[in-house]
């Protein structure tokens, strides 16, 4: 019975040596990335309400500080990733917005503050044009996390605090947006400076 629990051990430590050799020798590696984008991105960084936010809001739960927003026609991202042999291939990726529209990238610090069920949500926050138009959240605005830009979750926030971008797809020559975030009451309607 020790003797095979002994051969058991032996064999279990073996794998894992081998399986952390092979992960270790797996065929790509982020071995390097330069984000480039028309104009520069500042990473949002929590800070004082009036030491830089454009705006903040506040209700009895939720604490929304919008930190930064910029349009950008594309946003473009080049790796670096070690093959085989010890070559290097560099792919380059670009992302464009649909035909006639912008990317609106917002930074946010989104903190609850508050106590009780209510959660933060992304389909309560939309950017409102001068015409009426609702502009809700890119469908799927993960690309923001290959680009090295860091994105906040679209799942509905229940507690904590965070901080990341999102993005918006606006028309071309879309005028007066505002950025609303609506739970029932109002955490924050603010005009956005791009």
Known sequence: MRRNLT??????ALFTMVLSFLMSCSGERD???????PG????????????GAQAVGQSEM??????????????????????????VLETT?????????????????????????AA???????IVDSEGNVFFRHPND?????LNIPRLRAVDMVFGSEYGYVCFEIPY???????VADNGNIVLDVTVDV
């Open 7 to 12: 051969k058991y051990i032996l064999i279990l």
């Open 173 to 179: 020559g879309a005028e007066g947006l505002r950025f």
């Open 93 to 117: 990726s670009e992302v464009l917005p649909a035909a006639g529209h912008s990317f609106l990238l917002m930074g946010f610090i989104i903190e609850k503050t508050g106590v009780g069920r």
């Open 31 to 37: 071995v390097g990335f330069t984000e480039q984008t």
């Open 142 to 146: 993960t690309f923001l996390t290959h």
């Open 62 to 87: 939720w604490r929304v500080e919008l930190l930064s927003a910029e349009m950008t026609q594309s946003l473009i991202t080049t790796r670096a990733a070690l093959q085989y042999g010890g070559g």
């Open 120 to 126: 933060f949500s992304w389909n309560d926050a939309h």
């Open 40 to 51: 520069e991105i500042q990473q949002p960084v929590p800070q004082e309400a009036a030491a």
